[in-house]
């Protein structure tokens, strides 16, 4: 039987929009499907599993269990208890699967990858933990199983987000769009799809395939005959830039279009990331649903505990200290590499002068014009670029091996 990736291939979308069209109809008339609904979702992840990645299918079946029992069982703890030790062990547990996973190409652990890993483990990860975080909180108070499985096997997201939230999630799945709502909702669905086809299928092709083999290759020759150092590494710098963002935006608005048809509002994941004027403007825009996690579940977290338990005298010290350690966790959270921690540490340190600056422009009045406002962008946009050039790994390629 054929194996379908999400988003890959005219293949893909024909067999998607034909099994989302009684789901259409339905809603259209103010009904949901339920039952088909998850029926859909289970043989497209069945699809995407199947043929050589059949044991990738295993690995999610035994993560879900784990999950819902763990998720599960704090809830029922959390109805009669609050200790502190009982929710951190519930957090690490959620994560140790997506730790094994992450350690294993660095531990040469290939048994853990085939036993652990499948395509998404990380996006389901953040959600079961994100449900945690939320129960514990008090935000949530009652464990639906049924609702647990539609949120973390939301078929349209479930490879590589966006993340969403569950609360969010259930008031869109439980509830009927009225027409009007859902033929704005279909409207829209049509405009991602296609410009989501621009992005993946025209400028990341441009890009990613036909560009940037050459100009990494034109970058390595140069290297070796300039010892380590080519001018080369600034068109790939820029090329998979912006390949990075067309591919990624062009899959999040797939996500994005499919879920909408199928009544569900998952939150955008882009919005417009090369205008930001700083580099905190910037992560508002870039991978929005997994910078607002960071932020609400790490840093905001860290920042709470530090001023809790009166780590550093100066707040502004503790916002410093959090921005780094909640960057390095997305730095090791993409990998176990040195490139994937620099960039990590890059962004850590990059927010901490971002707010030193705009704290500096506000005592100082500095002038905020049109020149200045482009300016702003401009030199945001190249300090990205530089990141993306490290998290790429591509310098490594190049100086390393």
């Not at 005219?10 to 339905?26: G, W």
């Not at 079946?61 to 609050?82: D, E, P």
């Not at 990613?208 to 290759?217: D, K, M, N, Q």
Request: glycine share 6%; net charge positive; charged share 15%.
């Amino acid at each position: 039987m054929v194996n379908l990736q999400p988003y890959t291939d005219p293949m893909y979308f024909i067999i998607l929009l034909l099994a989302l069209l009684p789901l259409a109809i339905a809603l259209y008339f103010g009904k949901r499907l339920s039952w088909y609904e998850v029926i859909v979702s289970l043989v497209f992840i069945f699809l995407m599993f199947n043929g050589k990645k059949y044991h990738e299918g295993y690995a999610i079946i035994l993560f879900m269990i784990w999950q819902w029992l763990l998720v599960w069982a704090y809830t029922l703890y959390r109805k009669k208890s609050n200790n502190t030790v009982v929710f951190y062990v519930a957090t690490i547990l959620a994560i140790v699967p997506l730790f094994l996973v992450k350690l294993a190409p660095v531990a040469h652990w290939t048994h853990v990858s085939t036993l652990l890993g499948f395509l998404g483990i990380s996006y389901l990860t953040f959600r079961s933990v994100g449900m945690i975080l939320e129960t514990r909180d008090g935000a949530i108070k009652e464990f639906n199983p049924w609702l647990f499985l539609r949120f973390m096997l939301f078929m349209p997201s479930i490879s590589s987000g966006p993340i969403d939230r569950y609360r969010r999630f259930v008031k869109d799945i439980t509830t009927v769009p009225d027409r009007e709502k859902y033929l704005g909702m279909l409207e829209k669905a049509v405009w991602y799809f296609f410009l989501g086809f621009l992005y993946k299928f025209v400028l990341s092709h441009i890009l990613g395939t036909l560009l940037l083999p050459r100009f990494e290759s034109l970058a390595i020759l140069s290297a070796s005959v300039h010892h380590g150092w080519s001018w080369w590494l600034v068109p790939v710098m820029y090329t998979y830039g912006l390949d990075l963002f067309f591919d990624f935006a062009g899959y999040s608005l797939f996500a994005v279009a499919t879920s909408y048809v199928m009544g569900v509002e998952l939150p955008m994941n882009f919005d417009k990331p090369f205008l930001a004027k700083n580099l905190k403007d910037f992560w508002n825009r870039w991978h929005i649903t997994l910078s607002f996690w960071f932020r609400d579940y790490i840093f905001m977290r860290l920042v709470f505990m530090m001023m809790k338990k009166k780590w550093f005298k100066s707040r502004l010290t503790t916002s410093n200290i959090a921005y780094i350690i909640n960057m390095l966790i997305m730095g090791f959270w993409h990998g176990l590499h040195w490139y994937y921690i620099a960039y990590g540490l890059f962004h850590g340190v990059g927010l901490v002068i971002n707010d030193a600056w705009l704290r500096f422009k506000k005592k100082h009045k500095v002038p905020h014009n049109k020149f200045t406002e482009v300016f702003a962008i401009f030199v945001t946009f190249n300090v990205v670029m530089v990141s993306f050039l490290l998290f790429s790994g591509f310098l490594d390629k190049l100086w390393f091996k």
